[in-house]
């Protein structure tokens, strides 16, 4: 090879061989130096920072309010770096000098109580995090009087925040944080109601959120146990929430009951925009149509709670509201595969076959994605609806019945060829025992057959979303 190539040909050989893993050793170098000089610029920064702390702290001004600012930042870039236990600390000094400064229930303090918040929770230490969780509202309920709109943020926040440890599992019971979350919800609708201008505030979407909320706390059978009213793990005092409510939100610890009066509210809210509208805009067909969803939703409610009278008259409604319009609004709202409930967080099937019916993917519409308070449940299911690496999936044929149930159900194929046996008994047990919307036709819940779908999966834990 060397007579034939000469010596040249076979450097360049060795060159071609070599420069490939050079070039990835260069480049991994270069992100190690890249780290490393950022890692000196955020040292550097919280020097700069604890200099300054030391500057305001002149002979008997150590209590200046612009000291606790200064603390916060420093407690920032002390997290930055991974410091944490040190960013507590100047933390937990920044609190106590607003305190002084300000009150004891003061609203200034609850910057550097929710960075000790993340700073617990990235220290594994969850039980101070939700501690200190609930002395944050405790001091944003003191701050705001009775019906003040100003409390509706915190109230939807922290409801979320009791959503996530649900579904964390956190806590020694975390079904409680359900009834807390609930109660949360119900006295920030009873604020709105108060309100002169109630339709500025997202009543729908809290609505909704009550609805999900009594979904889970019927597969959870939590207002059958009576002893968790009680229990000491609960953090939101009932009495408290039923005197800003007047337990208009109670609905006599019956799940079906709570959730039918939340799915009614919002289907008296679509019918009063619905009529506000000209006919034959634009405007009034997409009214129309949000209108017969939510028809279709306590519909649903009915379905999944076996009350199948009270389903078929609700679908014979919502089909009337929509028997004289155009086929293909007809179509866009009722041949669709919908997993119920319709407004549980997940990522929905997708058609597989174009003649069949559109996909629906039931992904909710609730303050979870709407709002900008903190990160729950629903904002990590749409983060995963943007990260489609994270999901395999498989193809699935089945039928569905009048009932909602899913039968004839076959696995036809998937997407990775290393989708083992379990994976595909849990996903097709997952679809036989979830209730799919019927198809409806003539005002009637009738059966289809030979419908295709794909079902996404969780690549690492390989649970089907519909699960």
């Known amino acids: 090879m060397a007579h034939r190539y ?51 702290e002149l002979p008997g001004n150590s209590w200046n309010v612009d000291i606790a600012e200064t603390l916060i930042t420093l407690g920032q870039a002390l997290q930055d770096i991974n410091d944490h236990q040190t960013a507590l600390e100047h933390l937990e000094r920044s609190v106590h000098i607003n305190r002084i400064n300000h009150g004891l229930f003061s609203l200034q303090q609850v910057p550097a109580l929710t960075l000790q918040i993340k700073s617990h929770e990235a220290l594994g230490q969850w039980d101070d995090a939700d501690g200190l969780r609930q002395y944050i509202f405790y001091v944003q309920s003191k701050s705001h009087i009775n019906n003040n709109p100003e409390l509706i943020p915190a109230l939807v926040d922290y409801a979320n925040w009791h959503l996530d440890a649900f579904a964390d599992r956190r806590g020694t019971e975390p079904t409680t944080r359900l009834l807390d979350a609930y109660q949360l919800y119900a006295v920030a609708l009873s604020i709105i109601e108060k309100q002169p201008n109630p339709e ?5 979407e809290y609505l909704q959120q009550l609805a999900f909320i009594s979904w889970l706390m019927h597969q959870t059978r939590t207002l059958s146990r009576m002893e968790l009213l009680y229990h000491e793990e609960r953090k939101v005092d009932d009495n408290w929430a039923d005197l800003r409510t007047d337990k208009q939100y109670h609905g006599r610890n019956n799940a079906y009951l709570r959730g039918e009066l939340a799915l009614k509210q919002i289907i008296d809210i679509k019918a009063a925009h619905l009529a506000e509208a000209d006919p034959g805009s634009a405007v009034h067909d997409e009214l129309l149509k949000q209108y017969v969803e939510s028809m279709l939703d306590l519909a649903d409610w009915n379905l999944l709670f076996e009350r199948r009278n009270g389903a078929s008259r609700q679908y014979e409604a919502a089909w009337d509201a929509l028997a004289d319009t155009n086929p293909e609004l007809i179509s866009e709202v009722f041949d669709r595969v919908v997993l119920l409930p319709r407004f549980e967080p997940r990522v929905g099937p997708s058609q597989s076959q174009p003649q069949q019916a559109t996909t629906s993917v039931a992904a909710t519409t609730s303050s979870y994605a709407s709002t900008s308070f903190a990160p729950t449940y629903n904002d990590m299911v749409e983060e995963r609806i943007a990260q489609h690496d994270e999901f395999g999936y498989v193809t699935i044929g089945f039928d569905i019945n009048r009932f909602g149930r899913a039968t004839n159900i076959s696995l036809l194929e998937s997407d990775a060829s290393d989708v083992d046996d ?21 005002g009637k819940a009738i059966s289809v057959e030979g419908l295709v779908y794909r079902f996404p999966y969780e690549i690492e834990s390989h649970e089907l979303a519909a699960q």
Not at 23 to 44: R, Y
């Open 6 to 56: 000469g010596t040249k040909g076979v450097l360049i050989v060795a060159l071609g061989i070599c420069l490939p893993g050079l070039a990835m050793a260069q480049a991994q170098s270069d992100a190690e130096l890249s780290l490393v000089t950022d890692h000196e610029q955020m040292i550097a920064r919280v020097e700069q920072l604890q200099q300054e702390v030391s500057n305001r």
């Open 200 to 204: 500025a505030y997202p009543k729908e």
């Open 422 to 442: 379990e994976v595909s008994r849990r996903m097709v047990n997952a679809l036989r025992y979830s209730k799919l919307r019927p198809r409806i036709r003539d």
